[in-house]
Every structure is written in C-alpha cells, then in structure tokens.
C-alpha cells in the first residue's frame, strides 16, 4: 500500500512528505509488477499491482489465479494488471548439480 501510495502520489498514506521518488519518468510512471501464486498475494497483486507475474504450471490454475486478480483490482477501482509468465531456466552440469546446489540454498524452495 505505501509503495502504491509512493507512485501515484509522491506521499506516504499517512500524508507524510515525499521520498524524492520520480511519479513520472521518460517512459511514464514507474510500474509496479508482482510475482503471486498463493491466495493473499494474488489479491494484492489485482489490488497494487499494475503488472502480475505468474507461476502456474497449468492452464486451470492460472485460470482461477487470474480472476483472483482481475476480481481483486475490480473491486479496488484499479484497471487490470497485465500478466506475464515467469519461466525459469537453469543450467549446470547436471540435473543432479544444480538440483544439489538449489538445495543449499536457503531462500530456494521447489518441488521436483
């Protein structure tokens, strides 16, 4: 709420003064875009987000995640964000190595 309240104002919501954060740059105002999958994070994505990137590994999934979205930016008044995938890609020796180092890893969680 603060980061939205930053970008579209230039002030904190409690009226506070400004951080010297540019509203409007060469290409327009700063967007702000959020990775989501769970419940809470998609409805703040569809309430603050101008842009969502999503995870689903489905189309059923990313369907029910979407009008999560889009339900949740109707009812703040926002247009809705635009969508994007998140496709990860990484390369190592092996499955095995990379697998392996992903596991020491402790901002990492996966399923394999």
Not at 47 to 58: E, I, K, M, P, V
């Amino acid at each position: 709420m603060e980061l939205r309240s930053l970008l579209d104002t230039g002030c904190m919501p409690n009226g506070g003064g400004r951080t010297g954060l540019l509203i409007e740059g060469p290409a327009g105002p700063p967007q702000v875009w959020v990775a989501a999958s769970a419940d809470r994070s998609l409805k703040l994505a569809g309430r603050y987000g101008d842009g969502w990137f999503h995870l689903s590994n489905s189309i059923e999934l990313y369907e029910r995640q979407h009008t999560t979205v889009l339900a949740a930016a109707e009812a703040a008044g926002r247009p809705a964000p635009t969508t994007a995938r998140v496709l990860l890609v990484i390369l190592g020796e092996s499955r095995a190595h990379v697998l392996g180092g992903l596991g020491r890893s402790a901002g990492v969680k996966f399923n394999v």
